[in-house]
């Protein structure tokens, strides 16, 4: 059964740090493209970023460039997101994503109609002033 489970999320003040984790189980993850996306409810899902399948290649949200990190250790099949300098509108619902070949594009986002291949459940991450 395909898996990916996030832990991780919770409560920062602005200015802090958060790690975000998820573990993927169930199929070769190596073979995939991994990254988060965020909702806020009420508002359209977002994508944060994506990390090719050896990480070579990363694509960021503008929004988050220079405060997000992500990595991966496909020898654990998990992946990680490093938040750093959280601002309020951080706040919402992070989904781990894993996609089958090469990474989404971040910026022009998800083709209408396109699946991704795997979801987690999501982790909520609150960002307070």
């Known amino acids: 059964e395909v898996q990916l489970v996030e832990s991780g999320g919770g409560l920062a003040q602005a200015g802090g740090s958060l790690r975000l984790s998820c573990a993927a189980s169930g199929f070769t993850f190596d073979d995939y493209a991994v990254g988060w996306f965020r909702q806020v409810p009420g508002k359209e899902r977002e994508g944060v970023v994506c990390?090719?399948?050896?990480?070579?290649?990363?694509d960021y949200a503008d929004s988050v460039k220079g405060r997000f990190t992500i990595s991966r250790d496909n020898a654990s099949n998990t992946v990680y997101l490093d938040m750093n300098n959280l601002k309020p509108e951080d706040t919402a619902v992070y989904y781990c994503?894993?996609?089958?070949?090469?990474?989404?594009?971040?910026?022009?986002?998800?083709?209408?109609?396109?699946?991704?291949?795997?979801w987690g459940q999501g982790t909520q991450v609150t960002v307070f002033s």
């Open positions: 990390s090719s399948k050896f990480g070579g290649t990363t």
């Open positions: 994503v894993a996609d089958l070949g090469v990474c989404w594009s971040v910026r022009y986002g998800t083709p209408p109609g396109y699946e991704y291949d795997a």
